[in-house]
DNA sequence: TCCTTATGTATAC
DNA sequence: TATACCTAAGGAG
């Protein structure tokens, strides 16, 4: 279940294993029959991702594939001996082979929200609502600082905001807001902008070290497991975090209950002690 | 085996 | 705000 590490990291992957290559395409499941009809036989590019969105370019193909995995789709990448190539198995929405060489790659692609071909204007307006993505080199936090500067909103809510930050979710938005000390229901216009240029910062360094291990890792060395002495924390996403799905326990800092509530139809998670407004950084 | 839950987004009201 | 989408893992039984 992905946030903008996982789109980076996958981009990377469908790179590595294909760019380059002639592929074949298709869509055992049958829902991208026509663009994967339309793919097969051509050479692969580039993939690239812009937040949680995945850009697949093919050479003398206008259009591009975009695919976004959603809440529970997954794009597996697998290499296998020569030329073998494993049975479909459930619902594939598009498979890719690559040659028949040493190893052979296969890419699954299950369970998206899209998967749709685009052509560049489509694109230019899709990526045209997405807001800085951290991941990305070229992006410029002061559009996001314009958005949240003038919101009324929580910044809780506007960090899960695509158009105003790119690839930040549920988790990230938690852990960010931990780490600076950041009440979640402060509403943007009422945050320093020296508290977003440190957020800014933290969420390039949070989401890189994503990106490098493939999974969310945020807490401090002096508060992990290895330090503080337990166990460590094995789950569907397998990081370390201070308060993502730790309600009712104790929070690492301060020893505060962890607390969690509904904030636009999402989960929210805090320490109300270590996220104060008006206690910023002191 | 069944039930619940989830790192997301679009659309309808 | 509610829901549809439609996968997989974990926990209850």
Partial sequence: ?????????????????????????????????????RIDGLTLVSADAWGKHLLVRFDGLAEQVHVHLGLFGKFRVRKHPEGEVPEVTGQVRWRLVGPAEWPTRTGDLRGPTACTLLLPDEIDTLLSRLGPDPLRDDADPGRAWARIHRSRAPIATLLMDQSVVAGIGNVYRAEVLFRGGIDPFLPGRELPEPFWDAMWADLIALM??????????????????????????????GGEVYVYRRDGRACYVCGDTVRKQELAARNLFWCPTCQRAGTLGR
Avoid: N
């Fill in 208 to 237: 890189r070290e994503g990106v490098r291990k493939g999974r969310i890792d945020t807490v401090h060395v002096e508060h992990g497991p290895d330090v503080m002495g337990r166990a460590p924390r094995r789950d569907d996403h």
């Fill in 1 to 37: 279940m992905p946030e903008g590490h996982t789109i980076h990291r996958l981009a990377q992957r469908v790179d590595d294993a294909f760019a380059g290559d002639r592929v074949t395409s298709s869509s055992p499941q049958g829902r991208f029959e026509e663009g994967a009809a």
